[in-house]
């Protein structure tokens, strides 16, 4: 019922900026979100919290980025971005959007988690 799709992956060079967008559209439900989210992926099934923020403001970083990242969100459209400034080659991943949230498909709500698809990013010396 929501779909998510993350944009700005490839490659980037060591010392360079990175900027993620995830885009999010609804069909057949209402939905109110909470939480967007950005994971990274090194091993399948394996996803390490990069960084959150919720509707309160609330923001959230990884140990491994902080002070380099900056979540972002865009309140006159569903979308959110990540922003990753001197980038290091152990950010090399596979990155992935989430959103959380409420939503109502006619039987009552129910708390919901969807994830986009993936997106890899590699970091270059």
């Known amino acids: 019922q929501v779909q998510l799709v993350e944009s700005g992956g490839g490659l980037v060079q060591a010392g360079g900026s990175l900027q993620l967008s995830c885009g999010w559209s609804?069909?057949?439900?209402?939905?109110?979100?909470?939480?967007m989210s950005w994971y990274r992926e090194n091993l399948p099934n394996q996803r390490e919290l990069v960084a959150s923020?919720?509707?309160?403001?609330?923001?959230k970083y990884a140990e491994a980025v902080k002070g380099r990242a900056t979540i972002s969100r865009d309140n006159t459209m569903n979308r959110f971005y990540l922003q990753i400034h001197n980038m290091k080659l152990v950010d090399t991943d596979e990155y992935l959007c989430?959103?959380?949230?409420?939503?109502?498909?006619?039987?009552?709500?129910?708390?919901?988690?969807?994830w986009g698809q993936g997106t890899q990013v590699t970091v270059s010396s």
């Open positions: 989430k959103v959380d949230g409420v939503e109502d498909m006619g039987q009552g709500p129910r708390s919901v988690g969807y």
């Open positions: 609804v069909s057949g439900a209402t939905f109110n979100i909470d939480t």
């Open positions: 923020l919720d509707i309160r403001g609330m923001e």
